[in-house]
C-alpha cells in the first residue's frame, strides 16, 4: 500500500461518517418533536380554561393559565376527584401486582432455561412465545369466558392474571438473555467458595441481573399501566375501573372537558416518568464489565 | 494439603466418553498437570475432581474421603479459572473475603486472612478496586488470592495463563511455581501447552480422546514417551515421526525407505524392531538429537531442506525425510539454504521406535 492511500483513507472515512452522523442528529431531532410535541400540547392544554381550550384559532400559549384541572382531579371531596383518585390507586395496584408476579415468575424460569438442559426446554422455550403471535383481541372473548367461569370478571385478578400471561413471553426471554450472558463460572466459583447452588445464584447471579430485572420491571408495569381493551372488557363497575377505561368519562358528558382530560392523561405519564427517571442508570450500567477476560 | 486418588473414573455424555476410564494419584503437595489437546477429557476431568459435574463411574477421593457426592462446597478445594470469575459487582477485597464469609469466619479473621493474602501476592494497594478496573495480570493474581485465601486441600487451575499476554504469562508461570513451593500446595493444573506443564509439574498426565496416555516427570515423558501421540505432543519443536519399513532379522535389523536408502540399526534397537506387530516401524527424533552433513556421509541419510527458521543462538532447519517433515537444530554458524541436499546421521542411542500399527514405543526385552 502506498503512503497517499493510506493517510487519505482515514481522512476520507472520518468525513463520511460527519454526514451520517449530521443526518442522524436531524433524524433525532424530527423524532423529539414527533414524540414530545403532543405531549407539549397536552401540557398547555390541561392549564387552559374551558373556554379557551375550544378556541380557534387555537391559542398556542394559554393566556390566563390556571391549575384548575388539576386542582378539581386531586381533589378527593369532588366527584371528579374522587372517582380520579380511585382509578389512579386501581392501575396502580393491579401494575405493581402484575410486575411483582411478572418478576416472580420470570426470573427462576429464565434461570432455568437460561442454565440448565431439561426434555422439552427448546419447545417449551419457544412455546413461550406462541401468545405472542396473535393479537391481544383474539384471546378477549375466550378469555372473558375464562374469566367468568373462574368468577374473576369484575375483579382486579382477572387482569392481573391476564397481564401476566402476556407480559411474561418477553420478560422471559429479555431475562434469559442476561443469564446468558453471566458467565457460570462466576457460579461455579461461588459453588467452590463455599455457596450452595441456591447461594450462588442468590449472592452473585441476582446482583448481576438487577439491571434485567428492572427492564423487565419497568416493561411489565408500563404494558400494564396502558392497557385498555381487557380492563374495559373485564370490568364494569366504576369503582374498579383502571384509568385508561376511566378516563374515557371525560368523553361521557355532555361536552367535553378538554382541559380535564388533558390534565388526567398528564397525571396518568407521571408514575411512569417517574419510573424512569429514578431506574434508568440501571439500563446503561454495564455490571459485568471486567467479570471475565474475553 | 491432601493427596488426590482418582479412580477408574468415567464422565459419558450420552454415547460420547469425554473421560474414559482415568486412573491417577496426586501425592500430597505434589504440582500435577493435566495437559492434551482441546477436547481431551482434561477439563472435564478437572471439573469432576470440583464437583461441578457428576461423574458417570468411578472414585474420586481427596485426602481420604470419597467425594463422588459431595457439593463443590464440601470438598475443600479452591479453583482459579481460565476467565478468572471474579465477581464483578465486589470489590477484591469483597472477592478475597467471600469464600470466607462462606465458611462464617469471624470479621477479624476474614480481615486478617484476607490482608494476608492480599500482602503474600503484593496487591493490598488494589484492594478498594472493582475487577474490572484491574489489568489481566492483577486480575489473574485475584483469582489466585481467592484460592489461596482460604487454606484448601487441593488447588485447581484450569488454563489460568491463557488469557494473558506471552511476557506476562512467562512472569506468572515462575510466580505460580514460586507459590506452589512456598505452601507446599497439592495443585492439579489443567492446561494445553505442553511448555507450561514441563515447566512447572512435578509430574505431567498427557491425555488424548478421554484416556490418559502416560503419567510421569516431565522429563521421562519427555525422554521416554509411551506411544506416538505422546512423543509429538510434548516437546517444541515436536519429535519428528518418520515411518518407515524394517528389513533384515536379529541383531542386524534395518530400516527402509522407500526412497532407497537403509538405515542400519543397533543391535538394542534391532531388538526392539523385532518386537513389533508388523514391518511397520515409525522412526523418532527430537531436533537436538539429530546431526547435520552437509556432504554425504557413511551411516548418514539424504535428506531436503524445506525450510530455514534462525532463531538467533540456534537455527531450526525443516527437511523432508522419506515424505515427512524432519525438525534438526544446528548453530546459527551452519548455513543451508532451502531445497539443498543435507545428510542426517541419528545417535542410536536416542531415537524412538515406534510400532506402525498400534503406535505403541517399541521396548527392549
Not at chain 1, 401486582?97 to 418478576?103: E, K, R
Not at chain 1, 384509568?243 to 398528564?266: C, H, W, Y
Not at chain 2, 486418588?5 to 486412573?23: E, I, M, P, Q, R
Not at chain 2, 525450510?307 to 546459527?332: C, R, Y
Amino acid at each position: 500500500m502506498s503512503t497517499t492511500s493510506e493517510t487519505l483513507a482515514p481522512r476520507r472515512g472520518r468525513r463520511r461518517i460527519d454526514g451520517w452522523r449530521w443526518a442522524g442528529r436531524v433524524f433525532l431531532l424530527l423524532m423529539i418533536i414527533y414524540t414530545a410535541a403532543p405531549m407539549a400540547w397536552m401540557l398547555l392544554t390541561s392549564i387552559k380554561s374551558g373556554f379557551a381550550a375550544m378556541q380557534f384559532p387555537p391559542q398556542w400559549w394559554p393566556e390566563e393559565p390556571t391549575l384548575a384541572s388539576y386542582a378539581k382531579l386531586l381533589d378527593p371531596q369532588n366527584s371528579v376527584g374522587a372517582d380520579f383518585l380511585r382509578f389512579f390507586w386501581n392501575s396502580l395496584f393491579v401494575s405493581t401486582m402484575t410486575t411483582i408476579l411478572a418478576v416472580v415468575v420470570a426470573v427462576p424460569a429464565a434461570y432455568a432455561f437460561s442454565r440448565f438442559s431439561f426434555p422439552g426446554r427448546k419447545f417449551l422455550f419457544f412455546a413461550v412465545l406462541l401468545r405472542n403471535m396473535f393479537p391481544a383481541v383474539i384471546f378477549l372473548v375466550p378469555l372473558f369466558i375464562l374469566m367468568r367461569v373462574l368468577g374473576l370478571v369484575n375483579t382486579h385478578g382477572s387482569l392481573i392474571l391476564t397481564y401476566l400471561t402476556f407480559g411474561l413471553p418477553l420478560a422471559i426471554w429479555l431475562l434469559k438473555g442476561f443469564y446468558d450472558n453471566i458467565p457460570v463460572q462466576l457460579e461455579q466459583a461461588a459453588r467452590i467458595d463455599g455457596a450452595t447452588r441456591f447461594q450462588a445464584f442468590l449472592l452473585i447471579v441476582m446482583p448481576l441481573s438487577v439491571p434485567g430485572i428492572i427492564a423487565t420491571a419497568i416493561y411489565s408495569f408500563i404494558a400494564a399501566w396502558n392497557e385498555y381493551i381487557y380492563a374495559y372488557t373485564f370490568l364494569s363497575k366504576n369503582d374498579q375501573l383502571t384509568l385508561p377505561v376511566g378516563i374515557q368519562r371525560f368523553f361521557s358528558e355532555n361536552t367535553t372537558d378538554f382541559p380535564g382530560l388533558m390534565a388526567a392523561s398528564f397525571l396518568m405519564s407521571v408514575p411512569v416518568v417517574v419510573l424512569f427517571l429514578v431506574l434508568q442508570r440501571y439500563f446503561v450500567r454495564a455490571l459485568t464489565e471486567g467479570a471475565v477476560k474475553h | 494439603m491432601a493427596h488426590v486418588v482418582l479412580k477408574d473414573l468415567v464422565k459419558t455424555y450420552g454415547s460420547f466418553h469425554a473421560v474414559n476410564h482415568v486412573s491417577l494419584t496426586v501425592n500430597d503437595g505434589e504440582f500435577v498437570a493435566l495437559v492434551g489437546p482441546s477436547g481431551c477429557g482434561k477439563t472435564t476431568t478437572l471439573n469432576l475432581v470440583a464437583g461441578l459435574i457428576p461423574v458417570t463411574s468411578g472414585d474420586i477421593m481427596i485426602g481420604d474421603r470419597i467425594v463422588n457426592d459431595l457439593d463443590p462446597k464440601d470438598r475443600d478445594i479452591a479453583m482459579v479459572f481460565q476467565n478468572y470469575a471474579l465477581y464483578p459487582q465486589k470489590s477484591v477485597y469483597k472477592n478475597l473475603a467471600f469464600p470466607l464469609q462462606m465458611r462464617k469466619l469471624t470479621k477479624e479473621e476474614i480481615d486478617r486472612k484476607v490482608r494476608d493474602a492480599a500482602r503474600v501476592l503484593d496487591m493490598t494497594h488494589l484492594l478498594e478496586r472493582k475487577p474490572r478496573e484491574l489489568s489481566g495480570g492483577q486480575q489473574q493474581r485475584v483469582a489466585l488470592g481467592r484460592a489461596l485465601v482460604r487454606d484448601p486441600a487441593v488447588f485447581l487451575m484450569d488454563e489460568p495463563l491463557s488469557n494473558l499476554d506471552a511476557k506476562l504469562r512467562v512472569q506468572m508461570r515462575s510466580e505460580i511455581k514460586r507459590f506452589h513451593q512456598d505452601l507446599n500446595a497439592t495443585i492439579i493444573y489443567v492446561t494445553h501447552d505442553q511448555l507450561e506443564a514441563v515447566t512447572m509439574a512435578d509430574r505431567m498426565a498427557v491425555m488424548n480422546g478421554g484416556f490418559l496416555q502416560q503419567y510421569d516427570a516431565p522429563a521421562e515423558v519427555f525422554a521416554n514417551p509411551v506411544n506416538m501421540f505422546v512423543a509429538s505432543f510434548v516437546g517444541s519443536p515436536a519429535m519428528s515421526l518418520v515411518p518407515l519399513e524394517a528389513s533384515g532379522s536379529g541383531d542386524t535389523a534395518a530400516l527402509t525407505s522407500a526412497e532407497g536408502w537403509t538405515l542400519p540399526l543397533s543391535a538394542e534397537n534391532a531388538r526392539k524392531v523385532a518386537r513389533a506387530t508388523s514391518r511397520k516401524i515409525v522412526l523418532g527424533a527430537r531436533h537436538s538429537t539429530i546431526r547435520l552433513h552437509k556432504s554425504a556421509e557413511p551411516g548418514a541419510i539424504p535428506a531436503k531442506v524445506y525450510t530455514v527458521e534462525p532463531t538467533g543462538d540456534i537455527t531450526f532447519v525443516q527437511a523432508f525425510l522419506s515424505g515427512s517433515i524432519v525438525n534438526i537444530s544446528v548453530p546459527a554458524s551452519v548455513h543451508v539454504s532451502p531445497d539443498e541436499m543435507i545428510w542426517l546421521e541419528f545417535d542410536q542411542a536416542r531415537i524412538h521406535l515406534f510400532d506402525g500399527e498400534t503406535e505403541m514405543a517399541l521396548k527392549a526385552a
